[in-house]
């Protein structure tokens, strides 16, 4: 059964059994992210985080040729120093609650994702895009650079050269070409990219769920530490999971040849 909610002035959201989706719906500035729409990407990823009966979020923008333009321009252009980085600090904090969500995230790159539109789907946790999205972090262009993340997440995504390349030469590739970086996961027919996406997060959600929230954090945490550190988060998080009744469920499940019933307990 699909729900749709509008409490927002610049979001669309829709559930669907335990996936929700979230669209950014400003279609006079092709999806641009401005200070509310951030605000309320951040309430919208925390209530997705908060509700128990939700396991997977799918993000990606309204219409057919834009995910997110980047930032808004027209507020970028008023601003002095302490309030750039506060901007900064705020669109980082925003998709700071995408990246630590403890369930999938998922974007559905459904066409231009420039600037902050960029770094969201780099905050994410799996990148899918259409045929016909563009990608780019061209801030250097505007004689800026990308300060919701972009600067970070690109460089541990596809490594120091390509991203560099990318970002100083404000570069805009295509979903081939950011397939082959590495900036993409897959690329999929326009018309199926939703579908694609959902069928991804259902197939997640399939599995024991804290199961899954350990190889997110095994995997998000474990990038920003040392191999070593790394290596202990994954074996403290291996035990803990041995204290819950999923981990006995999937396995004796397996043993049992029946699938597994799990109860996020
Ligand atoms: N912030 C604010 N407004 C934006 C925007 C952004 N990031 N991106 C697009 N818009 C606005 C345009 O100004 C235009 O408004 P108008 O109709 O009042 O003139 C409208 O959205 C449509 O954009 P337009 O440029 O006419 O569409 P297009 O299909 O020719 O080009 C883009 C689309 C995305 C290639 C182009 O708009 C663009 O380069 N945008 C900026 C991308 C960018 O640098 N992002 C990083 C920001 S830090």
């Known amino acids: ?10 979001l669309q959201i ?25 605000s309320e990407i951040e309430d919208a990823g925390r209530a997705f985080v908060a509700d128990a009966e939700q396991g997977a979020l799918i993000v990606t923008g309204a219409g057919e040729k834009s995910f997110i333009s980047g ?9 002095g120093p302490a309030a750039a980085e506060e901007i900064s600090r705020f669109g980082q904090r925003v998709l700071d609650v995408l990246e630590n969500a403890p369930k999938p995230v998922i974007a559905a790159v459904n066409g231009y994702a420039f600037g902050g539109g960029c770094e969201l789907a ?48 404000a570069g805009r590739v295509k979903a081939d070409e950011a397939f082959r970086l590495g900036l993409v996961n897959r690329v ?26 350990a ?24 035990g803990i999971l ?3 009744e999923d981990m006995h469920e999937g396995l004796n499940a397996f043993l049992e040849k029946r699938p597994a019933r799990f109860q996020r307990r």
């Open 14 to 38: 829709e559930r669907t059994g335990a996936v929700t989706v979230l669209r950014v719906n400003r279609p006079d500035v092709l999806n641009a992210l401005n200070r509310e729409t951030l």
């Open 242 to 244: 041995a204290a819950s």
């Open 122 to 169: 780099l905050a994410c946790h799996m990148r899918l895009a259409s045929e016909n999205a563009v990608l780019g972090l061209p801030e250097v262009s505007l004689g800026i650079i990308p300060g919701y993340g972009g600067t970070q997440r690109l460089a541990r995504l596809v490594g120091q050269g390509r991203a560099l390349e990318l970002m100083l030469s």
């Open 71 to 79: 930032a808004d321009i027209n507020e970028l252009a008023v601003l």
């Open 215 to 238: 190889v997110i954090e095994a995997v998000q945490r474990g990038l920003q530490m040392p191999l070593e550190a790394g290596l202990r988060l994954e074996s403290s998080l291996f």
């Open 1 to 10: 059964m699909t729900t749709t909610t509008s409490t927002y002035r610049n």
């Open 188 to 213: 999929v027919p326009r018309e199926q990219l939703l579908d694609e996406a959902m069928k991804l997060a259902q197939a997640i959600l399939k599995n024991g769920p804290l199961a899954v929230a």
